[in-house]
């Protein structure tokens, strides 16, 4: 199946050189998934040509607020609302969680209770405990009306959506497996905006098994048994 990567941001260079873009790190999850990719950077306004140029989409996290006034957000929101229209199947990772929750009708914020870096434990439905690797502070606060609420953490209640048996979303990263994690907490970790009790818990944890490839079957088989 071949799927349209929307790439709403760019990971930081230090990232990118030792394992790859948000695309790249896609590709990695998805290995073996049977699908294949093509990329569009929406963040520098590269948008397909259509919803025919791919069978499915998939829109990536971003350092930007969905909320935050960018060129791209605007015409990204439209896509995503012919998307849904066309019942187009999708998923959605963090801010492409968010996204396609504002798109749609629901409310995204800066969470007050502050960010959430490194390995959480969420509960979603079929699932039971899944750890996965976050990095974010904006949440998806209000669900939109078609949405259902899959699974979240006292932290974070909507962690994750589903639209019908069309798009599925989530607000932590599959695809930031612990190595890339590790990474991430080298380059940015000493930035006085995250607590450091936060840092260094996140540190701590990065030894736990993290469920990445059980969410990566889960969203294979999702985009590839979507219907309207």
């Given at each position: 199946?071949?799927?349209?990567?929307?790439?709403?941001?760019?990971?930081?260079?230090?990232?990118?050189?030792?394992?790859?873009?948000?695309?790249?790190?896609?590709?990695?999850?998805?290995?073996?998934q049977g699908l294949t990719f093509s990329t569009w950077d929406v963040v520098d306004m590269d948008f397909p040509p259509g919803l025919e140029a791919?069978?499915?989409?998939?829109?990536?996290?971003?350092?930007?607020?969905?909320?935050?006034?960018?060129?791209?957000?605007?015409?990204?929101?439209?896509?995503?609302?012919?998307?849904?229209a066309a019942r187009a199947p999708m998923v959605g990772i963090c801010f492409g969680h968010q996204i396609i929750a504002q798109a749609l009708g629901g409310r995204v914020e800066?969470?007050?209770?502050g960010w959430a870096?490194?390995?959480?434990?969420?509960?979603?439905?079929?699932?039971?405990?899944?750890?996965?690797?976050?990095?974010?502070?904006?949440?998806?606060?209000?669900?939109?009306?078609?949405?259902?609420?899959?699974?979240?953490?006292?932290?974070?209640?909507?962690?994750?959506?589903?639209?019908?048996?069309q798009i599925f979303t989530i607000q932590p990263h599959p695809e930031i497996s612990t190595p890339v994690l590790g990474t991430y907490l080298e380059v940015r970790g000493d930035d006085p905006i995250y607590e450091p009790a936060m840092i260094e818990e996140a540190r701590a944890t990065m030894a736990l098994p993290t469920h990445d490839a059980l969410l990566a079957a889960h969203m294979a088989r999702f985009l590839k048994e979507a219907r309207p």
């Open positions: 199946m071949h799927i349209g990567i929307l790439q709403c941001g760019h990971a930081p260079e230090d990232v990118i050189a030792r394992h790859g873009d948000y695309d790249g790190l896609f590709a990695t999850l998805f290995d073996g791919a069978e499915g989409w998939l829109v990536t996290g971003s350092k930007h607020g969905a909320y935050e006034d960018h060129a791209f957000i605007p015409p990204l929101e439209d896509f995503i609302r012919a998307a849904h800066k969470f007050a209770g870096v490194g390995r959480r434990t969420y509960t979603l439905d079929g699932m039971g405990e899944v750890a996965l690797n976050a990095w974010h502070q904006d949440q998806v606060l209000e669900v939109p009306p078609e949405a259902r609420v899959l699974g979240g953490n006292a932290f974070c209640a909507n962690a994750a959506l589903a639209y019908g048996r």
